[in-house]
Nanobody, 125 residues
């Protein structure tokens, strides 16, 4: 079965950086848009970023734009999320996602075909 496994979460100070990784298996990786969602305590799961097939096109939520960078390595079937200038409000569980195009609404969780189990990111002030 398809697996998406995140790693790299942890504790960071505000203004700091973290890089998340997501390794996939049994997924036709290059056929999927790969991305990240997050869910903060008491809040709904929200879109963070997505990278298209070849990695040259990306879309970001406004609240992470210019701070986060999503990338993928199709040879390694992996996707990454580099997070800089972290804020306390970035504290959340971060989920790796795989979506088969076409996608009509990037923020719709129903558009996601596969989810990882999540990795916790905590940003302290």
């Amino acid at each position: 079965q398809v697996q998406l496994v995140e790693s790299g979460g942890g504790l960071a100070q505000a203004g700091g950086s973290l890089t998340l990784s997501c390794a996939t298996s049994r997924l036709d990786f290059s056929s999927y848009f790969m991305g990240w969602f997050r869910q903060a305590p008491g809040k709904e799961r929200e879109f963070v970023a997505v990278v298209f097939w070849a990695g040259d096109d990306t879309i970001y939520a406004d609240y992470v734009k210019d701070r986060f960078t999503v990338s993928r390595n199709n040879a390694k079937n992996s996707v990454y999320l580099q997070m800089k200038s972290l804020k306390a409000e970035d504290t959340a569980i971060y989920y790796c996602t795989a979506s088969r195009p076409p996608i009509t609404n990037w923020s719709d969780t129903n558009e996601i075909d596969y989810w990882g189990q999540g990795t916790q990111v905590i940003v302290s002030d």
